[in-house]
Structure formats: structure tokens, C-alpha cells
């Protein structure tokens, strides 16, 4: 992801060069991609496009949200996008195995959940707990990244995601009582 930068150096007529937008956030966008899609190959392939994206339209950015927020809803959009893409090509490819010769499953399997940074002795949880907040419905699933891994403040989630505080609150409630049915009784 290093190299985006020398591909799209120039200078806007805004405030801010791309290589400064892009070395101020390149770590909030690449590890904000990385809670969605957990596999750090999917979540480089997916902030490239996010920064593609950011630069080309910079120069119409009106300044009604920060720059910052424009850029997470730009980075959720495309991480959205990419789960539902690969969602498609999930069943797409159980579809075709119903018509090979010998019946063998689909060669698209779920990601490995290998986060980096996290040290986890119990990595069967972090997979299960992961897999869960995968399967929320978007708006929740959004909720529960940008406050809880991300550790966004209600405030602060809410204008990324264009909502008033309250529904914010609402979504995460809701995605924890989801994730409460969902995940297996803790023991001790």
C-alpha cells in the first residue's frame, strides 16, 4: 500500500496534498477494512480503492462532514460493497457445485480470521465472536466496529453513519442482543 502514494502525488486545489491525506490515513482506513474483512490481503486490496477513490473525487468535497468522515463512510461503503461481492460468489459457487461431476464443495471458503495484532490465546472465541459480527445486518454491523473496535464515541459514529446519536444507540443494542443468540454460553 506504500506505493499508492507515489501513483497519485499531486497536489489539489484543496488544503492538502493526496500524499498527506493518504499518509495521515492510511492506517485508520487499512485497519478499519481490516475489522470488516479480517484478512489482511482482502483489507490492503480494498484501502487502495478506498484512496483511488478519495483522490479522485477530493476536489469536490464540499466540507459538509470532516475530512475524516468522509473518508470512514468512503471506507465502509467499499468494505460493504466487498462483503456483498464476496457473498454473491459464495452462492454463485455453491450453485455451480450442484452441477460438477463429482460434487465436491465450493472452492470459496470463509476467511481465515488471522488479525494481526491480536494475541489471542483463545482463537476459536475471536473466530466465533468475528464470524457473528460478520453475519449482523450492515447498520449494525457498522455500529459494533465503529464503536466498540474502533472505539468511536456515540457523537462520533453517529455523523459517520449519518444517524442521530439515539438510533446509533438503537443499532448497537439491537446487535447485541443478536450476537448474544448467536454466540455460544460462556463457561465459568
Not at 15 to 24: A, D, G, Q, R, V
Not at 40 to 53: M, R, T, Y
Not at 87 to 96: D, G, P, T, V
Not at 128 to 134: A, E, G, H, P
Request: glycine share 2%; with cysteine.
Amino acid at each position: 500500500m506504500q506505493n499508492i502514494s507515489s501513483i497519485f502525488f499531486h497536489t489539489t486545489n484543496m488544503n492538502l496534498s493526496f500524499e498527506e491525506i493518504f499518509m495521515t490515513y492510511r492506517n485508520m482506513v487499512f485497519n478499519l477494512c481490516l475489522h470488516y474483512v479480517q484478512r489482511p490481503e482482502d483489507a490492503e486490496e480494498i484501502a487502495q480503492d478506498v484512496f483511488v477513490v478519495v483522490h479522485q473525487k477530493y476536489a469536490t468535497f464540499q466540507g459538509h462532514a470532516s475530512l475524516k468522515t468522509w473518508i470512514y463512510r468512503i471506507t465502509i461503503n467499499h468494505c460493504l460493497d466487498f462483503l456483498k461481492a464476496q457473498k454473491r460468489q459464495k452462492r454463485f459457487a455453491l450453485f455451480l457445485s450442484w452441477y460438477r461431476p463429482n460434487g465436491t464443495t465450493p472452492a470459496i471458503d470463509l476467511p481465515d480470521q488471522q488479525h494481526p495484532g491480536i494475541a489471542l490465546e483463545q482463537k476459536e472465541s475471536l473466530t466465533t465472536l468475528l464470524q457473528c459480527i460478520n453475519d449482523l445486518p450492515e447498520q449494525q454491523k457498522t455500529a459494533v466496529i465503529l464503536l466498540k473496535i474502533e472505539q468511536k464515541t456515540t457523537a462520533e459514529t453517529a455523523e459517520i453513519m449519518q444517524l442521530s446519536p439515539k438510533a446509533v444507540e438503537s443499532l448497537l443494542q439491537r446487535a447485541k442482543k443478536k450476537l448474544l443468540e448467536k454466540l455460544p454460553p460462556r463457561e465459568g
